[in-house]
Every structure is written in C-alpha cells, then in structure tokens.
C-alpha cells in the first residue's frame, strides 16, 4: 500500500533554515504529484506547495521565494527545502499524493519557529 514518511522537522530560530523529506513507497512515484501542506493549531490544513512529474511547481504566497520544493525520482522522495523561516510557519507538515479519487498523507512531521 501507499506510504508516506515525512522527516526533517524540529526547532529552529526565526531566520532559519529547514529541510524537511518525505519518502514514498508503494506507489509509482515518478508518475506522481506530489504535495506539502501544513497545520497550525487551530487553523485548517493549507497547501504550501505543489511538484508535478515533470518538476513544475506552485507554492502558496506566504512561502514563495523562502521555501523550494524539489524530488528525486531515483529515491522516491519529495523534499521541501524552507528558509528565511518565521513564527507563523509553525506547524505540523504533511506530504500528500492523490491516486484517483483518493488522498494519502504521511504521519506529518513538526516545524516551530521560535526564538
């Protein structure tokens, strides 16, 4: 079945920088979008960006130009590389694909910006 794990999350200071991973199994990865999203505490879960098969990309407002999303076909992993990091980019990240009609997550993994 399809698996997704997301690592890289942790504590880091305003200005900072992250990396966050997420490896996929079960599923045709280099066919597949692939996607971050996140949640805060108490706010919905929003899209934060987005990579094609081809490797085009869209990213929310509140990230472009701090944060890139990339992918290694060859490890089948998607990466979401994030600096000039702020309070508000606290939260908890999830990578998604979607296969047909349905949507799988990973575990998610926590980023908080704080000094």
């Known amino acids: 079945q399809v698996q997704l794990v997301e690592s890289g999350g942790g504590l880091v200071q305003p200005g900072g920088s992250l990396r966050l991973s997420c490896a996929a199994s079960g599923m045709i990865f280099r066919f597949s979008v692939m996607a971050w999203y996140r949640q805060a505490p108490g706010k919905q879960r929003e899209l934060v960006a987005i990579i094609t098969p081809v490797s085009s990309t869209t990213y929310a407002e509140s990230v472009k130009g701090r944060f890139t999303i990339s992918r290694d076909n060859a490890k089948n992993t998607v990466y979401l590389q994030m600096n000039s990091l702020k309070p508000e980019d606290t939260a908890v990240y999830y990578c998604?694909?979607?296969?047909?009609?349905?949507?799988?997550w990973g575990q998610g993994t926590q980023v908080t910006v704080s000094s």
């Open positions: 998604n694909t979607q296969i047909g009609d349905r949507g799988y």
